[in-house]
């Protein structure tokens, strides 16, 4: 089977940096993106790793290792709007007809 | 920007009647998904179209029929909707394989 596993609930408080952990076990692998949820709201993308290493766009960093089939999404200076589910996803598939396949997501909640 | 939409944002049927959702993207683009999400159980794929008149079955395809007679517009059919398909259903469209996939705003569906 293929599976993304992921802690369902984090804590933080402002201003101090989270880690969201993804592990994954996949029939394929091409690649790990992370988005995120609102409540209420649709996912959004924030970031895609297709090789190891870190991948850094503003407060937010990705980090993904093929050999250890994992990879992780780092928030920095965090702010209550970051209050929200992310869910990691992997790429199954090189070719035209691939689709991301979804871990259950983490529930982070932002305190002041 | 890049827009997807969803025909309704919630809807109530009932079980036995034939259910049509519909999406709409706004960007060209190939690719368009339909998901169910369902508390604990992540984003799950319920099928999904690589061009017009062409589709794929997803994870989760028993119950439910797609179409796709128009590159931009891709319809989620519930041939006899019940209880246990009440979710919130989401739409998602890319331009090509290795691009971002961008959500619609979602319909909350209750079969009663």
């Known amino acids: 089977g293929q599976s993304l596993e992921q802690p369902s609930e984090v804590t933080a408080v402002e201003g101090a940096i989270v880690q969201i952990n993804c592990t994954y076990q996949?029939?394929?692998?091409?690649?790990l993106s992370w988005y995120q949820q609102h409540d209420g709201g649709a996912p959004t993308f924030l970031s895609y790793n297709a090789l190891d290493g870190l991948e850094e766009t503003g407060r937010f960093s990705s980090f993904l290792s093929r050999s250890d089939s994992y990879g992780y999404l780092l928030l920095q200076e965090l702010q209550m709007k970051d209050s929200a589910s992310y869910f990691c996803?992997?790429?199954?598939?090189?070719?035209?007809?691939?689709?991301?396949?979804f871990g259950t997501g983490t529930l982070l909640a932002v305190q002041p | 920007d890049v827009k997807v939409t969803q025909s309704s944002r919630y809807l109530v049927k009932r079980t036995g009647e034939k259910v049509f959702l519909e999406c709409v993207q706004d960007?060209?683009?190939?690719?368009m998904f339909w998901y169910r999400q369902d508390p604990g159980l992540g984003l799950r794929l319920i099928y999904f179209s690589y061009d017009v008149k062409m589709k794929e079955k997803g994870d989760i395809p028993e119950g439910y029929s797609v179409s796709r007679e128009k590159k931009e517009r891709f319809s989620l059919i519930l041939e006899s909707a019940s209880t246990n398909q009440t979710s919130m259903y989401l739409c998602?469209?890319?331009?090509?394989?290795?691009?971002?996939?961008?959500f619609g705003p979602g319909t909350r569906l209750l079969v009663l």
């Open positions: 960007m060209d683009h190939e690719n």
């Open positions: 996949t029939s394929g692998f091409y690649g």
């Open positions: 998602a469209s890319r331009r090509g394989p290795k691009e971002t996939q961008y």
């Open positions: 996803a992997v790429r199954d598939y090189g070719g035209a007809t691939n689709k991301l396949i």
